[in-house]
T-cell receptor
Framework: GQNIDQPTEMTATEGAIVQINCTYQ??????LFWYQQHAGEAPTFLSY????GLEEKGRFSSFLSRSKGYSYLLLKELQMKDSASYLC?????????????FGTGTRLLVSP | DVKVTQSSRYLVKRTGEKVFLECVQD?????MFWYRQDPGLGLRLIYF???????EKGDIPEGYSVSREKKERFSLILESASTNQTSMYLC?????????????????FGPGTRLTVL
């Protein structure tokens, strides 16, 4: 079976750094996705990791440790617009249709 | 600009009604997905399709059916709506995976349909 765990909610201050963790248990591993979802909107793709290590993309970075079944999303220089839910997802297969299993998401509240 | 559109943003239906939710993508993607999103439960896959006329059950297919007659369009059907199907419904599409280790096919989501069944 598959299991993905994320904290339900986090709070942080504008300008700070926040780390959102995700742990997963899957039979087989085919990478890990992070999506951002603002309230009332569609999820949008942030990052994909399949190899261990840190992938940096501007203010956002994503880290993966396959041996620990662990990933985190690091958000630097937080802005108010970063208030959103962050969804961790793992694909079940590496076939053409990559069915995803999502965590329940972490709601991040950024305050002034 | 990639685009996935859904027929309605908000929909109110009565118990027992047949409900059609339409999704259209303009990216020539092979894969299309229907999810529902509920507080505390996250996104759950209802059905997906990897080609025209092909469909596969997701994790929670009971009470739903789908149709994919054209590549760009994927419809979700609630045969007889019930109150426990009140939810946010999200459609997504993605390309077929290329096959290399580091390749991936991100899913592009539509804006969602908030369905209320009374």
């Amino acid at each position: 079976g598959q299991n993905i765990d994320q904290p339900t909610e986090m709070t942080a201050t504008e300008g700070a750094i926040v780390q959102i963790n995700c742990t997963y248990q899957t039979s087989g591993f085919n990478g890990l996705f992070w999506y951002q979802q603002h309230a009332g909107e569609a999820p949008t793709f942030l990052s994909y990791n399949v190899l261990d290590g840190l992938e940096e993309k501007g203010r956002f970075s994503s880290f993966l440790s396959r041996s620990k079944g662990y990933s985190y999303l690091l958000l630097k220089e937080l802005q108010m617009k970063d208030s959103a839910s962050y969804l961790c997802a793992v694909p079940l297969t590496n076939t053409g249709f990559q069915k995803l299993v999502f965590g329940t998401g972490t709601r991040l509240l950024v305050s002034p | 600009d990639v685009k996935v559109t859904q027929s309605s943003r908000y929909l109110v239906k009565r118990t027992g009604e047949k409900v059609f939710l339409e999704c259209v993508q303009d990216m020539d993607h092979e894969n299309m997905f229907w999810y529902r999103q509920d507080p505390g439960l996250g996104l759950r896959l209802i059905y997906f399709s990897y080609d025209v006329k092909m469909k596969e059950k997701g994790d929670i297919p009971e009470g739903y059916s789908v149709s994919r007659e054209k590549k760009e369009r994927f419809s979700l059907i609630l045969e007889s709506a019930s109150t426990n199907q009140t939810s946010m419904y999200l459609c997504a599409s993605s390309q077929r995976l290329a096959g290399a280790l580091s390749s991936y096919n991100e899913q592009f989501f539509g804006p969602g349909t908030r369905l209320t069944v009374l």
